[in-house]
Structure formats: structure tokens, C-alpha cells
């Protein structure tokens, strides 16, 4: 069973920088596709990035590209999110999450990964954005 616990969250100005952080354990033998998603109080979660364990690209909703950045230390089973330029609408409570998969599971169009594709989840951490 593949546990993933979310960390650094917290409250910033508008135009600020936050790094989240998941560590994972339990993995089986194999690669995943790794992914960062957002919830918003009365929205449905959302897909932010996508990345995979075994190589690759990674892959950014539109709304995040060129300000977020998602990377990966197989060393140490942690999955991070760099996030500079934060807007208040980035506002909402960040999970990770995580799928044994192929790589081209990995690949999101333009607004993100589906997060009905991913099996193992956090239990997120909350980012909140002052304008």
C-alpha cells in the first residue's frame, strides 16, 4: 500500500513562493506516475502536474505553466512542487498522488491531469494566498 504525506503548505502574499513537499513509502517493484492536484472550497479538484518516477517529461496545467515546477528524488521517494508567482486564485488545499502505471499515463493535456486516474492519495496540505 503506497502511503504519500503531504507537507510545507501555509499562508503567503500574492506574488510569494511556496515548496510542497510528499514523501512516499510502500512502493512495489515498478514505476508511477506521480501528480500534484488542488481543491479549491466548493470546486472540484483539479490536476496541477505530472510526473514520472521512471523518466520523462513532466506536464503542467495551463494555468500553472511557467510558475510551477514539479520534480522528483527517487533517492529519497519525494515528490516536490516549487510554486513562485502565486496568485490568490491558487488558493486550496494541495494533494498528491500517485499511480503504478506507464509513462505515457503520465501525459495531461492542457488542463491537467484527471485525478479519477490516480489510486493512492495524501492528505493534503493547505496553501492560501493573500492579495
Known amino acids: 500500500q503506497v502511503q504519500l504525506v503531504e507537507s510545507g503548505g501555509g499562508s503567503v502574499q500574492a506574488g510569494g513562493s511556496l515548496r510542497l513537499s510528499c514523501a512516499a513509502s510502500?512502493?512495489?517493484?515498478?514505476?508511477?506516475?506521480m501528480g500534484w492536484f488542488r481543491q479549491a472550497p466548493g470546486k472540484e479538484r483539479e490536476g496541477v502536474a505530472t510526473i514520472y518516477t521512471g523518466g520523462g517529461n513532466a506536464y503542467y496545467a495551463d494555468s500553472v505553466k511557467g510558475r510551477f515546477t514539479i520534480s522528483l528524488d527517487n533517492a529519497k521517494n519525494t515528490l516536490y512542487l516549487q510554486m513562485n508567482s502565486l496568485k490568490p486564485e491558487d488558493t486550496a488545499m494541495y494533494y498528491c498522488?500517485?499511480?503504478?502505471?506507464?509513462?505515457?499515463?503520465?501525459?495531461?493535456?492542457?488542463?491537467?491531469?484527471?485525478?479519477?486516474?490516480?489510486?493512492?492519495w495524501g492528505q493534503g496540505t493547505q496553501v492560501t494566498v493573500s492579495s
Open positions: 498522488a500517485a499511480i503504478k502505471s506507464a509513462r505515457w499515463y503520465c501525459y495531461s493535456g492542457s488542463a491537467g491531469p484527471d485525478p479519477a486516474k490516480f489510486a493512492y
Open positions: 510502500g512502493y512495489t517493484y515498478g514505476s508511477y506516475c
